[in-house]
Structure formats: structure tokens, C-alpha cells
């Protein structure tokens, strides 16, 4: 299994733009989240997803929308990048019998100029 | 959800046992708590995971005192590579909200 796969790894992007961060998992985990790192702070939730079709919001969710079409995608999409989202994002996976056991992805360090 | 307190720093030295002790008042019946350490430039790995008492498995130890109001993470002899972030969380087994984190606690370990 490759576990939880993030791509791109690094990306620069210009206020304004938009883009989609990139998560899946081939765990069959019905649980995914995603979740935002400023430096030297802890993890912030975004959105996350009990299973297909259903997203909810996580802690921090303004500027940021999820979908969650099959059980192995979980992309994040990013409207209008501003620079205050500068940070790196990390998406996780969980088994629904063992929710609190998520397995991170290595991250996508995102600067926004 | 249930809120969690941890020390925002600790250091130690290598081979010794630390101790990381985390707080949660409001941790309800269903609740259970579960640790992560987090290395620079990587997502959060599992630890231990425990709903009550003591539990042990290759890296860590648990203790959850009968009131489970809190909660400590063992480490014992720990070397310079445990040098990381250890975050606590209380959250329900099978529940379908939120898994949120805190501020964690930055383990700094000397020779």
C-alpha cells in the first residue's frame, strides 16, 4: 500500500490564484481530513469527510472547499489564495472502527506571494 | 469536544524516561486518548491510544488515572530521536466529528 499520497509536494502561487491540492489514500479509510501547519504551531482543521459525498467543515474552513466524490480522493481546493495561507498542508486518513488512529501524508508546503 | 492542557516545552536528556502529562477535564465516557509525535517537515505519526489504566506497546506507555481527567505519555530511555512534537487528543472510538489538535508539546532531548 502506498498509504496517503499529497501532490504537489511544493508549490508558489500569486494572490488571487487558485488551486487544488491533491490527497488520496488506498487504505479504504472512510475518514479523511485535511488539516493546515503554520510554523512552529500545531495543526489546524480544515474540512474533512466521514465517507463518500459527505464533507463537513473542520476549524478553519474559510477560503478552502472539499469534495469527496470516491472514498480514495479527498482533493482541497484553494478559491482565491491570499498569503495568509501560506503554511504547509497535510491530509489524513482513518478507519472508521479506529477513528482517532489517522495516518498523515508527508505534506504540500504552500507559499503564497 | 473535549479540551486538552499540555506543557508547551519539556527537555531531558538521552536514556532517561520522560514523562508527558496532558490534561483533559471534560473527556467524555465514549472518549478515548490517543497521542501523536510529529518530526520536523512530516505529518503526525501514531503513538499509543488508550481509553482507561495503563497501556504499553513498543514505544510508549500510557497511564490514565480511574477519574481520566488526564493522562501521561511515557517514553522510556529516550535517545536524540525522540527529539518531536507529542500532541495528545481525546475523541470517541467510532464518532464521526471532528479530530482536532492542540498546540502539542516540544520534547527537546540533549546528549
Known amino acids: 500500500n502506498a498509504g496517503v499520497t499529497q501532490t504537489p509536494k511544493f508549490q508558489v502561487l500569486k494572490t488571487g490564484q487558485s488551486m487544488t491540492l491533491q490527497c488520496a489514500q488506498d487504505m479504504n479509510h472512510e475518514y479523511m481530513s485535511w488539516y493546515r501547519q503554520d510554523p512552529g504551531m500545531g495543526l489546524r482543521l480544515i474540512h474533512y469527510s466521514v465517507g463518500a459525498g459527505i464533507t463537513d467543515q473542520g476549524e478553519v474552513p474559510n477560503g478552502y472547499n472539499v469534495s469527496r466524490s470516491t472514498t480514495e480522493d479527498f482533493p482541497l481546493r484553494l478559491l482565491s489564495a491570499a498569503p495568509s495561507q501560506t503554511s504547509v498542508y497535510f491530509c489524513?486518513?482513518?478507519?472508521?472502527?479506529?477513528?482517532?488512529?489517522?495516518?498523515f501524508g508527508p505534506g504540500t508546503r504552500l507559499t503564497v506571494l | 469536544l473535549a479540551k486538552t492542557t499540555q506543557p508547551i516545552s519539556m527537555d531531558s536528556y538521552e536514556g532517561q524516561e520522560v514523562n508527558i502529562t496532558c490534561s483533559h477535564n471534560n473527556i467524555a465516557t465514549n472518549d478515548y486518548i490517543t497521542w501523536y509525535q510529529q518530526f520536523p517537515s512530516q505529518g503526525p505519526r501514531f503513538i499509543i491510544q488508550g481509553y482507561k489504566t495503563k497501556v504499553t506497546n513498543e514505544v510508549a506507555s500510557l497511564f490514565i488515572p480511574a477519574d481520566r481527567k488526564s493522562s501521561t505519555l511515557s517514553l522510556p530511555r529516550v535517545s536524540l530521536s525522540d527529539t518531536a512534537v507529542y500532541y495528545c487528543l481525546v475523541g470517541g472510538y467510532s464518532s464521526a466529528s471532528k479530530i482536532i489538535f492542540g498546540s502539542g508539546t516540544r520534547l527537546s532531548i540533549r546528549p
Open positions: 489524513a486518513s482513518t478507519p472508521r472502527s479506529a477513528y482517532n488512529e489517522q495516518f
